[in-house]
C-alpha cells in the first residue's frame, strides 16, 4: 500500500522560505512522477510542481517558478518542496502526490495517490 505523509507546514512571514516533505512507503519516488498541489480556501486544488526524475524532467507553475524547487533523497525515498520568497498569495493547503501515468501531469486526476496536506500561512 502506498502511503505520502506531509510534513514542514507553518506560518511564515512573506518573504521568508520553507521547506516542506513528503516521505512514501510502498512506492519508490524516483522511478514515479511525483506532484505538489495546493489547495487554498474556496479555491480548487491547483499544481505547484512535478517532477519526473526517470526522465530528468520537471515542470513548475508560472507563479511558483524560481522561487520553489523540488528535490528528494533517494536514501530516505523522501521528495522535498523548498519555497523560498514567499507571499501570502502562497498560503494553502500542500499536497504531495504520486502518478502511475508514464507522463508528466499537471492533472490532479492523473496522480492516484495523495498525502493528507500540510497547512502553510504566510502573513504579510
Known amino acids: 500500500q502506498v502511503q505520502l505523509v506531509e510534513s514542514g507546514g507553518g506560518l511564515v512571514q512573506a518573504g521568508g522560505s520553507l521547506r516542506l516533505s513528503c516521505a512514501a512507503s510502498?512506492?519508490?519516488?524516483?522511478?514515479?512522477?511525483m506532484g505538489w498541489f495546493r489547495q487554498a480556501p474556496g479555491k480548487e486544488r491547483e499544481f505547484v510542481a512535478g517532477v519526473r526524475w526517470s526522465e530528468g524532467r520537471s515542470d513548475y507553475a508560472d507563479s511558483v517558478k524560481g522561487r520553489f524547487t523540488f528535490s528528494r533523497d533517494n536514501t530516505k525515498n523522501t521528495v522535498y518542496l523548498q519555497m523560498n520568497s514567499l507571499k501570502s498569495e502562497d498560503t494553502a493547503v500542500y499536497y504531495c502526490a504520486s502518478s502511475g501515468a508514464a507522463r508528466l501531469s499537471r492533472s490532479p486526476s492523473d496522480y492516484d495517490y495523495w498525502g493528507q496536506g500540510t497547512q502553510v500561512t504566510v502573513s504579510s
Open positions: 510502498g512506492r519508490t519516488v524516483s522511478w514515479y512522477t
